[in-house]
């Protein structure tokens, strides 16, 4: 009875294996590094993330890829071809555009392929995103005002560790009811070489009752 147990236990992880791990004898569409990590990116890196991945078809069949589709909007993926020749290879090309995102990303590239056994194919490319500037604090929230009251807060702009110099070369507001001047630089208590530089927005509330929102955009000599 022992030996019987043990043997069936024995059996359990090779039944197992084909349907958690697939190598080049598996056959169907192979991707030997599936995930790529950009590591951290300034914003301007970050507009264009571009990796290629290596496909290659180990069956003994020719091999169509029928669709593809990625978890999030701003990345488009992209093959060489679309149908691949037993033991040839193809190149999927996906480019993703981070720039107006920060922190961590990672987004998963779905292949559909009509491969009977081993249909579909993922591909992942990650990254943390880490802006070249920051403003703190966003949004300003300057509360409950009456008609004709006035209302200023601070507010910082500085570099991120991305970047090391800068320079403001405008600030923008379409709104009249709000005005913003900038005030004596303060120096970044982390770096000796990095500025943060402090801004005063003041914000008139306007006669009628409503609830009001603007934006303030800072131009600066960072591409």
């Not at 599936?34 to 069956?59: E, R, Y």
């Not at 990672?106 to 579909?120: A, E, I, R, S, W």
């Not at 991120?160 to 379409?174: E, I, L, N, P, R």
Request: aromatic share 4%.
């Amino acid at each position: 009875m022992n030996r019987g147990r043990m043997g069936l236990f024995m059996l359990l992880p090779l039944l197992a294996c084909p349907s958690c791990s697939r190598g080049p004898v598996d056959g169907g569409l192979i991707c030997s590094s599936p995930q790529f990590n950009f590591g951290t990116l300034g914003t301007a890196a970050a507009k264009d993330c571009i990796h290629q991945f290596i496909l290659v078809n180990t069956s003994k069949s020719p091999i169509t890829i029928t669709g593809n589709q990625a978890t999030v909007g701003c990345t488009a993926a992209t093959m060489d071809k679309n149908v691949i020749a037993p033991g040839a290879s193809a190149v999927l090309t996906v480019k993703a555009d981070w720039s107006a995102t920060r922190g961590d990303q990672q987004v998963h590239v779905l292949l559909t392929t009509d491969d009977k056994q081993f249909p579909n194919v993922t591909i992942v490319i990650s990254g943390q995103i880490d802006p070249d500037l920051f403003v703190s604090p966003i949004p300003v929230q300057l509360g409950v005002m009456h008609a004709g009251q006035e209302a200023s807060q601070e507010v910082r702009l500085g570099p991120s560790s991305m970047v090391s110099s800068f320079a403001v070369t405008g600030v923008k507001c379409t709104d009249s009811n709000l005005s913003i001047k900038a005030l004596p630089p303060l120096t970044n208590v982390s770096s000796t070489t990095n500025l943060v530089l402090p801004y005063l927005v003041s914000v008139k509330a306007p006669n009628q009752k409503e609830d009001d929102q603007t934006s303030v955009v800072f131009t600066t000599s960072l591409p």
